[in-house]
């Protein structure tokens, strides 16, 4: 039986060539062929053939004043990548993260027709913890995570009247309305008491990589604790944790914004 030979023991210098091209492209914004010869070391007729190749299939491209940029088959690319990336996986450290950072669970949902579902959470180290459970659906118009969905996803609310769960859940569709709004246009939303009389929630969205609704992270705990102080405390981290995961997912801008104090 032939020997096994090891992947990536050599290299193949045209394609670290092009490679150190795109790197420079990507670096730069837009080069000339001149200036990525002098860049990458690579002479300027090599560097000119391996753009018109890379051209040719789309990962480059050549603007109206003759430099080149990086071409939309690396976006599609990227977003294959993207796609097959477990979002639980990448989303772990980030929610263990914002455990230490805030002392309440963290929850991580995505949209499902009517409600949002948990789909993975790290607990608080505190004896008196929230109820995140794999599965556990949020209800769209009494939970925080549920607000965030109707915000900025594609998701529906059921026909007919709007559940009352405890005395401050909002039953009236203006009202959730204006909920929905605050939460669109500050890019979060928070829940105290409206589905347990005792539990107390912020959310955010996460974005994926073409601004689509792609989770969900969410801060849970009991309204002693989480408090309006806590809320307010908590708030910042959050909405970090949902930017880095934005990020990760390929998605660039902002999630949310935090309110100026008085």
């Given at each position: 039986m032939p020997p096994i030979?090891?992947?990536?023991?050599?290299?193949?210098?045209?394609?670290?060539?092009?490679?150190?091209?795109?790197?420079?492209?990507?670096?730069?914004?837009?080069?000339?062929?001149?200036?990525?010869?002098?860049r990458t070391g690579v002479n300027a007729s090599t560097v000119s053939r391996l753009l018109a190749t890379l051209a040719a299939d789309g990962y480059v491209d050549q603007s109206p004043n003759g430099r080149y940029r990086l071409g939309i088959r690396l976006v599609q690319l990227g977003n294959a990548v993207v796609d097959r990336l477990d979002l639980r996986e990448l989303a772990?450290?980030?929610?263990?993260?914002?455990?230490?950072?805030?002392?309440?669970?963290?929850?991580?949902?995505?949209?499902?027709?009517?409600?949002?579902?948990?789909?993975?959470?790290?607990?608080?180290?505190?004896?008196?913890?929230?109820?995140?459970?794999?599965?556990?659906?949020?209800v769209a118009h009494a939970t925080?995570?549920?607000?965030?969905?109707?915000?900025?996803?594609?998701?529906?609310?059921?026909?007919?009247?709007?559940r009352r769960y405890t005395t401050r859940t909002i039953a009236d569709p203006r009202l959730l309305a204006r909920a929905i709004e605050r939460a669109r246009r500050s890019g979060w939303a928070d829940a105290v008491g409206e589905r347990e009389e005792d539990l107390a929630a912020?959310?955010?969205?996460?974005?994926?990589?073409?601004?689509?609704?792609a989770a969900i992270v969410g801060v849970?705990?009991?309204?002693?604790?989480?408090?309006?102080?806590?809320?307010?405390?908590?708030?910042?981290?959050?909405?970090?944790?949902?930017?880095k995961l934005s990020a990760r997912l390929g998605f660039v801008g902002s999630v949310g914004s935090v309110p100026e104090g008085d």
């Open positions: 030979r090891r992947q990536g023991a050599r290299r193949v210098a045209a394609v670290s060539r092009a490679l150190a091209v795109m790197n420079e492209l990507a670096n730069a914004g837009e080069l000339g062929t001149n200036e990525l010869a002098r772990q450290p980030v929610l263990h993260e914002l455990v230490e950072q805030v002392g309440e669970t963290a929850t991580l949902s995505v949209q499902g027709e009517h409600e949002a579902v948990t789909v993975d959470f790290a607990r608080s180290p505190s004896s008196v913890q929230g109820v995140a459970q794999i599965g556990r659906p949020s925080a995570t549920g607000k965030v969905m109707l915000a900025f996803g594609n998701t529906t609310l059921p026909p007919g009247p709007l912020l959310a955010a969205p996460v974005r994926g990589s073409r601004g689509e609704l849970q705990g009991p309204v002693s604790r989480l408090d309006a102080h806590a809320r307010e405390a908590a708030l910042e981290p959050l909405l970090a944790a949902a930017g």
